[in-house]
């Protein structure tokens, strides 16, 4: 029986926006790294201004479909 192609582990983000205490929450997103994660949240969440997508973090929260 042949192998079914591997495709990256998908992981659910916590996009969050550093700029003072608190923290602001964004939204959530799925990616397989925290870099393409905020590569996705700004494409999602249409965050154009460039301040804004240099104070975005990625916090992994749980692996998705496994």
């Known amino acids: ?3 079914r192609p591997s495709r990256p582990i998908q992981h659910e ?3 969050t926006r550093i700029r003072s205490t608190p923290a ?7 990616a397989p ?4 994660a905020i590569k996705e949240a700004i494409r999602k969440y249409e965050i154009t201004s460039p301040q804004e ?4 973090a990625a916090q992994r929260v749980r692996e ?3």
């Open 24 to 30: 602001v929450l964004i939204g959530h997103v799925e």
């Open 1 to 3: 029986m042949p192998k």
């Open 33 to 36: 790294d925290a870099e393409q």
């Open 64 to 66: 998705v479909g496994a």
């Open 13 to 15: 983000w916590r996009i």
């Open 53 to 56: 997508q240099e104070r975005l």
